[in-house]
């Protein structure tokens, strides 16, 4: 669900890293939102990242 339906970014994996530096699993969620937007002119709702919405790859209904 929490993917970018323009762009396809999506969560991303790595270590938190103690001051002792043990590693535990983490992970970065993006920042992604339900909007409704415009498809070949009808409005409907999709999960786009705030990326593509500041930078006007979607256009919102």
């Known amino acids: 669900m929490a993917v ?3 762009c396809g970014k999506g969560a991303h ?3 938190n890293v103690s001051h002792s530096h043990r590693r535990s699993n983490r ?3 993006s920042n ?3 909007v409704k ?3 070949n002119g ?3 709702h999709a ?3 705030t ?3 500041k930078s006007g790859k979607v256009e919102r209904a």
Do not use: A
């Open 37 to 39: 937007i415009n498809v």
């Open 27 to 29: 992970m970065w969620k």
């Open 4 to 6: 970018c339906s323009v």
């Open 32 to 34: 992604i939102k339900r």
């Open 51 to 53: 990326q593509c919405l």
């Open 13 to 15: 994996f790595g270590n």
């Open 42 to 44: 009808t409005p409907k």
């Open 47 to 49: 999960y786009v990242c």
